[in-house]
């Protein structure tokens, strides 16, 4: 008789954001004459740049010709690309073999399945609040024990608030596995080298494995903060890190990215090598490889000029996270991040909870936003709103808010 995964059965709620999608068009459907505006999904909206349009369409040609089409490639990615995204790190100051690096499609898949890698008995910490997919694929994963109030047993929760600047404190007892993101979605906040630094000594010290998402690197526009975990020493002999096209080039829809596994990475029971074997173990096992067309994309993504138009993109979305920070201070509202991240994590008003200001905003102003509870316990009490968006739908939310936002 065949049984079902019981771990699915631990997770309380469906996944965040088909949630939000969900409140959004019910709401629509009952208030047909609203325009709604939606800063919830952190979804890229501006069209792929001409180089990456023309490196896309250059790989569609290849398939076109016998001498030039190919089918399955390796599971690890294009070898250019890999040596075109190494070559990147060497720009932090990094240097990586071929071989530590895995294309993939997209920092989402990895995030969730690089846990299965390691043994359901090692202890999970997670930042407090989190995007959801740590938490989710480690219970999925058997890593944690039952929930209750969108907590998990046997998991550890390390809670960014406004006292410790959004950047965790160490966990207190030992734990295995520790999920990092930087810059940090939802909070905005970018961890600086000295605190990466805290968990890189941990991790050596305890032979932990630091799980990096630096999907929102290309965010950073202060030359001092890290892009990398890697730009700190000791980092490769504990840190996986996750990494992402879809936010720096608009490939949400295209999916492209890659993480980094490096062969010096050891943890308790595995010598340096191991980690990186079995990742290959599993991607070549498991996954067949990111598109080829997509691939050349990427590979235009990484060109000078490619490089060139992603920052031209990046500044755009910038500058509507300085509009929409700018409008909320304005009406007097505590706000966070917006700077070097794509988000703007603010409190709610009066005490008010995530869920009651998402209902607020959206019934007052017509925006969408986040509530900050779904990203975990710690985030309760606030919202986020991504500065994704075209610059006139951001202006259009923006007076919306300041209009109509009762406070
Ligand atoms: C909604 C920290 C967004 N359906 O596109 P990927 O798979 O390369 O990257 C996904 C990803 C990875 N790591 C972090 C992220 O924030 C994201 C994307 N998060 C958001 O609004 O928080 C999109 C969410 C999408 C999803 O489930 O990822």
Same mark, same amino acid.
């Given at each position: 008789?065949?049984?079902?995964?019981?771990?699915?059965?631990?997770?309380?709620?469906?996944?965040?954001?088909?949630?939000?999608?969900?409140?959004?068009?019910?709401?629509?459907?009952?208030?047909?004459?609203?325009?709604?505006?939606?800063?919830?999904?952190?979804?890229?909206?501006?069209?792929?740049?001409?180089?990456?349009?023309?490196?896309?369409?250059?790989?569609?040609?290849?398939?076109?010709?016998?001498?030039?089409?190919?089918?399955?490639?390796?599971?690890?990615?294009?070898?250019?690309?890999?040596?075109?995204?190494?070559?990147?790190?060497?720009?932090?100051?990094?240097?990586?073999?071929?071989?530590?690096?895995?294309?993939?499609?997209?920092?989402?898949?990895?995030?969730?399945?690089?846990?299965?890698?390691?043994?359901?008995?090692?202890?999970?910490?997670?930042?407090?609040?989190?995007?959801?997919?740590?938490?989710?694929?480690?219970?999925?994963?058997?890593?944690?024990?039952?929930?209750?109030?969108?907590?998990?047993?046997?998991?550890?929760?390390?809670?960014?608030? $406004?006292? *410790?600047? +959004?950047?965790? #404190?160490?966990?207190?007892?030992? @734990?295995? =596995?520790?999920?990092?993101?930087? !810059?940090?979605?939802?909070?905005?906040?970018?961890?600086?080298?000295?605190?990466?630094?805290?968990?890189?000594?941990?991790?050596?010290?305890?032979?932990?494995?630091?799980?990096?998402?630096?999907?929102?690197?290309?965010?950073?526009?202060?030359?001092?903060?890290?892009?990398?975990?890697?730009?700190?020493?000791?980092?490769?002999?504990?840190?996986? $890190?996750? *990494?992402? +096209?879809?936010? #720096?080039?608009?490939?949400?829809? @295209?999916? =492209?990215?890659?993480?980094?596994? !490096?062969?010096?990475?050891?943890?308790?029971?595995?010598?340096?090598?191991?980690?990186?074997?079995?990742?290959?173990?599993?991607?070549?096992?498991?996954?067949?490889?990111?598109?080829?067309?997509?691939?050349?994309?990427?590979?235009?993504?990484?060109?000078?000029?490619?490089?060139?138009?992603?920052?031209?993109?990046?500044?755009?979305?910038?500058?509507?996270?300085?509009?929409?920070?700018?409008?909320?201070?304005?009406?007097?509202?505590?706000?966070?991040?917006?700077?070097?991240?794509?988000?703007?994590?603010?409190?709610?008003?009066?005490?008010?909870?995530?869920?009651?200001?998402?209902?607020?905003?959206?019934?007052?102003?017509?925006?969408?936003?986040?509530?900050?509870?779904?990203?975990?316990?710690?985030?309760?009490?606030?919202?986020?709103?991504?500065?994704?968006?075209?610059?006139?739908?951001?202006?259009?939310?923006?007076?919306?808010?300041?209009?109509?936002?009762?406070?």
């Amino acid at each position: 008789m065949a049984k079902v995964n019981p771990h699915y059965g631990k997770l309380q709620a469906g996944y965040l954001f088909p949630e939000i999608a969900k409140r959004t068009r019910e709401f629509a459907a009952d208030n047909p004459d609203a325009r709604v505006m939606r800063l919830g999904i952190g979804n890229t909206t501006e069209p792929l740049t001409p180089a990456i349009v023309s490196g896309l369409h250059a790989g569609v040609d290849k398939l076109a010709s016998a001498d030039t089409y190919t089918g399955y490639g390796d599971e690890q990615g294009f070898s250019e690309l890999r040596e075109a995204i190494a070559k990147r790190y060497t720009t932090y100051g990094v240097t990586l073999d071929l071989d530590d690096i895995f294309v993939s499609d997209g920092a989402k898949s990895d995030s969730a399945n690089i846990q299965s890698i390691f043994g359901e008995d090692n202890v999970v910490a997670v930042q407090d609040p989190a995007y959801p997919v740590y938490v989710d694929s480690n219970v999925i994963g058997g890593k944690t024990g039952s929930g209750s109030d969108g907590q998990f047993d046997g998991l550890v929760y390390m809670p960014c608030t $406004e006292e *410790n600047n +959004f950047f965790p #404190e160490l966990p207190e007892g030992k @734990v295995d =596995l520790i999920y990092l993101c930087s !810059p940090n979605n939802p909070t905005g906040a970018v961890a600086t080298i000295q605190q990466l630094k805290t968990f890189v000594d941990y991790a050596l010290e305890h032979k932990a494995v630091i799980i990096f998402d630096a999907a929102y690197a290309s965010f950073i526009s202060d030359s001092r903060l890290p892009r990398s975990i890697y730009e700190v020493e000791g980092a490769k002999e504990c840190a996986i $890190e996750i *990494n992402s +096209f879809s936010k #720096e080039a608009g490939f949400t829809g @295209v999916r =492209l990215g890659w993480t980094v596994v !490096p062969k010096a990475l050891v943890c308790e029971d595995g010598d340096a090598g191991e980690v990186n074997r079995l990742w290959l173990r599993r991607q070549t096992t498991m996954f067949n490889g990111a598109s080829n067309v997509v691939q050349y994309g990427g590979l235009a993504v990484l060109t000078e000029q490619g490089q060139k138009e992603c920052q031209e993109l990046v500044t755009y979305y910038m500058a509507n996270a300085k509009r929409i920070r700018a409008c909320l201070e304005g009406l007097g509202i505590t706000c966070f991040g917006g700077e070097n991240a794509p988000y703007v994590w603010l409190k709610t008003p009066d005490g008010m909870t995530s869920w009651e200001f998402f209902d607020k905003m959206l019934n007052e102003t017509h925006v969408v936003g986040t509530p900050g509870s779904g990203f975990g316990p710690a985030g309760e009490g606030y919202f986020r709103l991504s500065a994704f968006g075209h610059k006139e739908d951001i202006e259009e939310a923006v007076a919306s808010i300041q209009s109509n936002l009762k406070l």
